[in-house]
Nanobody, 124 residues
Framework: QVQLVESGGGLVQAGGSLRLSCAAS????????MGWFRRAPGKESEFVGG????????TSADSVKGRFTISRDNAKNTVYLQMNSLKPEDSAVYYC?????????????????WGQGTQVTVSS
């Protein structure tokens, strides 16, 4: 069982930056691939980025490529999402997720554990 707690969301102006953190419980964090998803009001959940269990491989959605960076610190049981050049369309609730596999995972159905989400609002 893995428990995930996101933090770092908030209100920011367009062009600004935020760093989201997701702290995981348990001693087996390094076994899990991690990912970030987001859901805006009235829209479906969207994959944002994923990272493999070691942190050596990442992928991100085209909509955030070049602006968002996912990383992890296995010693701290934490995964991060650095968000730069934020746009109003990035406003959403952001969720981190853990998948019991070592490779990068991009589809929500392959994730086993989810955090409660953190709100990001980007004003124009």
């Amino acid at each position: 069982q893995v428990q995930l707690v996101e933090s770092g969301g908030g209100l920011v102006q367009a062009g600004g930056s935020l760093r989201l953190s997701c702290a995981a419980s348990g001693r087996t964090f390094r076994r899990y691939a991690m990912g970030w998803f987001r859901r805006a009001p009235g829209k479906e959940s969207e994959f944002v980025g994923g990272i493999n269990s070691s942190g050596g491989s990442t992928t991100s959605a085209d909509s955030v490529k070049g602006r968002f960076t996912i990383s992890r610190d296995n010693a701290k049981n934490t995964v991060y999402l650095q968000m730069n050049s934020l746009k109003p369309e990035d406003s959403a609730v952001y969720y981190c997720a853990a998948a019991d596999t070592i490779g990068v995972v991009t589809t929500s159905r392959e994730y086993h554990y989810w955090g409660q989400g953190t709100q990001v609002t980007v004003s124009s």
